[in-house]
């Protein structure tokens, strides 16, 4: 049908047939955020281990039919650069390693290469495409990589370090990760532990790394920030500006919203403001990453407290059309000395705590719905059914993730509470809530076992999580409304929970076993979430429902691995200078960071893994290492 397209849906035919297009339908032209192929492998067929040598017809397609090739590496590059000989617009060349290069001013991002390829290495990209994207099972994905919970490119930062490229390190480590300064100070390094120099020796110091190049970027004085996609035109609210909810707000404003930070506290940061010594994280530090997120383009208003200064119903009303609620709970009102006011950032649910604590003040005065549902706490819970009751509620549910047998209250229990009107859901979690304006009205309750989903009405609702869950509301707005005709009075909404981290996709429900609730060890936990949760929302502003793909890999996945290196020699890792208890008045941190000498001798004993594949010793180790225990 006419129309439907938009001018510039051909790519290949350029700006300009776009523009005179547009000129004669009459309508302008929307940006458009340029898609570029990639390719996805990192070693070609002479450097990689072959299953056979190949004489026949001069096409990937054709060798992919013959034992899907003849890499050992079952995803690949086969190195006969069919996406090269396709690409109408000669932007691929066959590299010096066997590997298809491509040239960016050239690319128009048709995708013709992507289709041909039959192992999927090269593809199209785009900052969207990026963001979104989970790794799966068909990539090329290294060992570091995969341990680390936010997902960074690990062996592409080390690499472009060991270069002297420390410009484009920092663009490597901000694709997936806001605070780079931060957590090169404070991250619990899981990538190390899953290092294949520790076969050999010692892992690399990847974390050091990472502080090296966020401090070559600090020290410069010039702020480095990854790309960003074009203005959707969609504005997008976060409620929480600790780490989860400025890295989702970092990411949402990459893919093109206009985001604005609500934060309950007087300073933007959460725990990590203070939670942490100065000496392991100055001030400065903290300020400098913080200062880059609000660069790309994100608001903050502090003093805002979800609830009080502002509701769901008012920010949804006043043009939001998403918000996202990473207020956390407990822990965060411990942070900014909130600990003795009741909160309730989403309209008629508390936590279990303020409930049962008699100092928090206003907990005595809660006005419950004639409908309260309990989410979990045990046998607490039956004691909050008896508060709920004494407050006014007709009717009250218990909802546990456990089946009767495994429950913390037996039937005794409830019989001697004497509450009539009192139910027991059990092998169910929260899935979705709804409200009205600043009302709670209904629960979607899911089987944990089926995943069959069903409602419940509900005017209150209580968790035993010290957290509150994070969550992403939208306007629910009838189809017969026009937008801008619902007043905040009326406003309907809807929440729901973002795409749960890969490794636990299977848990159905909030407040599952795996969900981000009080186990923020680490903050480079609460920046994948966050990233998570900006693609969550992205995905919702689109009409579609928070998930990921089948080949999203997880600790249950088959792939291609190996469990020791060869023809590997043994190399000294480099030593974190510290500075001593009388110096550190002038150093202001405990550990001096790498010089460049010390970080480019560190990024070179990086194996510049694949796979499968590593990069083997120029001379390998020999007798004499040998025998004093490296393995050659």
């Known amino acids: 049908m006419a129309g439907i397209a938009a001018p510039n849906s051909c790519v290949a035919a350029g700006e300009e047939v776009a523009e005179a297009i547009a000129e004669i339908m009459g309508i302008k032209i929307e940006a458009k955020e340029p898609d570029i192929a990639r390719s996805g492998c990192y070693f070609g067929v002479q450097d990689a281990d072959l299953k056979y040598i190949y004489n026949g017809l001069d096409d990937c397609r054709a060798v992919a039919l ?152 600090r020290e410069s004085g010039e702020r480095i920030q990854p790309y960003k996609a074009p203005a959707t035109g969609h504005t997008v609210a976060i409620v929480g500006g600790g780490v989860e909810g400025l890295s989702t ?63 769901v119903a008012t920010v949804l009303g006043q043009g939001a059309d998403a918000l996202f609620l990473a207020a956390g709970g407990w822990d965060s009102r411990m942070a900014r000395g909130a600990t003795t006011e009741i909160e309730s950032p989403i309209p008629g649910t508390y936590m279990m705590v303020d409930i049962l604590n008699p100092s928090v003040k206003g907990s005595e005065t809660i006005s419950f719905g004639p409908h309260v549902v309990i989410l979990e706490g045990g046998k607490l819970a039956l004691e909050t059914a008896r508060m709920c009751r004494n407050a006014g509620a007709d009717k009250i549910t218990i909802v546990y993730r456990e089946d009767l047998s495994n429950s913390p209250v037996t039937d005794a229990d409830v019989k001697d509470l004497g509450i009539d009107g ?66 905040v009075q009326s406003l309907r909404w809807e929440a729901f929970a ?31 979430a966050g990233r998570r949760a900006a693609a969550s929302i992205q995905q919702v502003l689109y009409g579609m429902d928070p998930s990921v793909t089948e080949q999203v890999i997880t600790p249950q996945s088959v792939i291609q691995d190996v469990n020791h290196v060869e023809n590997v020699a043994a190399s000294r890792r480099e030593i974190m200078p510290i500075c001593s208890g009388r110096e550190l008045a002038v150093c202001g941190e405990i550990e001096r960071g790498f010089s ?37």
């Open 249 to 311: 707000a970092f990411f949402a404003a990459r893919l093109g919203h206009e985001v604005t930070v609500y934060e309950a506290g007087p300073h933007l940061g959460g725990l990590l403001r203070s939670a942490i010594a100065a000496e392991r994280l100055p001030a400065e530090i903290l300020e400098w990453d913080i200062d880059g997120i609000l660069e790309m383009g994100v608001k903050a208003e502090t003093g805002k407290v979800l609830g009080k200064d502002l509701t």
């Open 66 to 217: 013959l034992g899907g090739g003849m890499k050992v590496c079952t995803i690949g590059c086969l190195g006969l650069g069919t996406c090269a000989k396709v690409c109408p617009f000669d932007a691929i060349s066959m590299g010096p390693e066997g590997l298809p290069v491509v040239d960016e001013k050239k690319c128009t991002g048709c995708g013709t290469c992507e289709r041909v390829c039959p192992k999927h290495i090269i593809t199209l990209s785009s900052t969207t495409r990026r963001l979104m994207r989970e790794y799966t099972t068909e990539e090329c994905t290294t060992p570091c990589q995969r341990s680390c919970p936010a997902g960074i490119n690990i062996r592409e930062y080390i690499r472009q370090i060991s270069l002297g490229n420390c410009h484009e390190a920092v663009q490597v480590i901000k694709e997936r990760n806001p605070f780079p300064a931060i957590i090169g100070r404070i991250c619990p390094r899981p990538c190390e532990l899953d290092c294949r120099r520790n076969y050999i020796d010692e892992p690399v110091a990847i974390n050091y790394l990472k502080r090296y190049a966020a401090d070559f970027e």
């Open 596 to 632: 460049e000498e010390a970080a480019r001798a560190e990024a070179s004993r990086c194996l510049q893994c694949g796979l499968i594949c590593y990069e083997h010793s120029e001379e390998p180790a020999g007798q004499e290492e040998a025998s004093a225990g490296v393995v050659s």
């Open 498 to 528: 973002p795409y749960k981290q890969p490794a636990l996709k299977d848990e159905v429900g909030l407040f599952a076993e795996g969900d981000v609730l009080a186990d923020y060890s680490a903050a480079i936990k609460a920046i994948g």
């Open 422 to 487: 009192l139910d027991i859901i059990y092998n169910a979690g929260l899935h979705r809530l709804r409200g009205e304006a600043d009302r709670l009205i209904e629960l979607d309750i899911i089987d944990t076992r089926t995943g069959v989903v069903s409602a419940l009405s509900a005017q209150s609702l209580v968790t035993a999580s010290g957290r509150f869950p994070e969550l992403i509301f939208i306007e629910n707005k009838p189809d017969e409304v026009e937008a801008g005709e619902v007043s």
